[in-house]
């Protein structure tokens, strides 16, 4: 069963940049498209990007500029490269398989705040 354990999120003024990774294990990583989540509560979790397995990457239009999904398959390892952050972007951050399944990680905060 795939387990992930997110890192990096962060208190970081506006403006300012965070790079979070997600380690994978319990899957063939280089098989599946990849995806980040984030969630505030009392809503509903968003997809933020996805990546797939030939390295293309989609994005939520208002993350889109200034967010970056990537990936290292030798290292079974996501990342997102957080740049000009708002704080709209404030969140619990997730990564999972995109579709998603039903396995979730502890998440990273990322609070985004002068």
């Known amino acids: 069963q795939m387990q992930v354990v997110e890192s990096g999120g962060g208190l970081v003024q506006p403006g300012g940049s965070l790079r979070l990774s997600c380690e994978a294990s319990?899957?063939?990583?280089?098989?599946?498209?990849m995806g980040w989540y984030r969630q505030v509560p009392g809503y509903q979790r968003e997809l933020v990007a996805v990546?797939?397995?030939?390295?293309?990457?989609t994005y939520l239009v208002s993350v889109k500029g200034r967010f970056t999904i990537s990936r290292d398959n030798a290292k079974n390892t996501l990342y997102l490269q957080m740049d000009s952050l708002e704080p709209d972007d404030t969140a619990v951050y997730y990564c999972?398989?995109?579709?998603?399944?039903?396995?979730w990680g502890q998440g990273t905060q990322v609070t985004v705040s002068s």
């Open positions: 999972n398989r995109y579709p998603s399944i039903n396995s």
């Open positions: 319990g899957l063939i990583f280089s098989s599946y498209d």
């Open positions: 990546i797939t397995t030939g390295g293309t990457a």
